[in-house]
T-cell receptor
Framework: DAMVIQNPRYQVTQFGKPVTLSCSQTLNHNVMYWYQQKSSQAPKLLFHYYDKDFNNEADTPDNFQSRRPNTSFCFLDIRSPGLGDAAMYLC???????????FGDGTRLSIL | EDQVTQSPEALRLQEGESSSLNCSYTVSGLRGLFWYRQDPGKGPEFLFTLYSAGEEKEKERLKATLTKKESFLHITAPKPEDSATYLCAVQAGDNFNKFYFGSGTKLNVKP
């Protein structure tokens, strides 16, 4: 009965090779978020969608893009991954902006 | 500058030894404070939401409280299964568009 599903759980890519991470939800929530979490650090918000409205954090690198083709799915595209982009990427959803977020179990991205 | 700070970074307790975790924040326009539990290799799991100073929420051995500057997560008579990293997060801004996590307190409860 997983509600926020992230695929794959582990992703290995080469330096500079584009990669896409996916997230799906069965909660029908309006808001979807992408976070980057490095070891022993706080999750850092990259961007979020309120329905189809995209909200980018000011310090999110241009290398990171996102797509939300429908309510259920959201994708994180990293156009040219660098070694510093190795991290856990967490997707979360919430019913509305001030409601608790429900997280998936993340995708751990490694860069060779 | 908006900031969320959690202390201590790590806490070791004996089973049954009660304690408190702290989350202090400096943000303008607080909209909500959230506590999450994160197990290794997993995403954060929601515990509590607090919206205004003086509010308290309780669940099993956990109790969260909120003042205008900080929140506490009290753990009463912890068990080994309470071992995890506890994260607090603050939402702020006129458009609810600012969301900051603290770096967490790693709790280890020994039997």
């Amino acid at each position: 009965d997983a509600m926020v599903i992230q695929n794959p759980r582990y992703q290995v890519t080469q330096f500079g090779k584009p990669v896409t991470l996916s997230c799906s939800q069965t909660l029908n929530h309006n808001v979807m978020y992408w976070y980057q979490q490095k070891s022993s650090q706080a999750p850092k918000l990259l961007f979020h969608y309120y329905d189809k409205d995209f909200n980018n954090e000011a310090d999110t690198p241009d290398n990171f893009q996102s797509r939300r083709p429908n309510t259920s799915f959201c994708f994180l595209d990293i156009r040219s991954p660098g070694l510093g982009d190795a991290a856990m990427y967490l997707c979360a959803t919430s019913r509305d902006s001030n409601q608790p977020q429900h997280f998936g179990d993340g995708t751990r991205l490694s860069i060779l | 500058e908006d900031q969320v700070t959690q202390s201590p970074e790590a806490l070791r307790l004996q089973e049954g030894e009660s304690s408190s975790l702290n989350c202090s924040y400096t943000v303008s326009g607080l909209r909500g404070l959230f506590w999450y539990r994160q197990d290794p290799g997993k995403g954060p799991e929601f515990l509590f939401t607090l919206y205004s100073a003086g509010e308290e929420k309780e669940k099993e051995r956990l109790k969260a409280t909120l003042t205008k500057k900080e929140s506490f997560l009290h753990i009463t008579a912890p068990k080994p299964e309470d071992s995890a990293t506890y994260l607090c997060a603050v939402q702020a801004g006129d458009n609810f568009n600012k969301f900051y996590f603290g770096s967490g307190t790693k709790l280890n409860v020994k039997p």
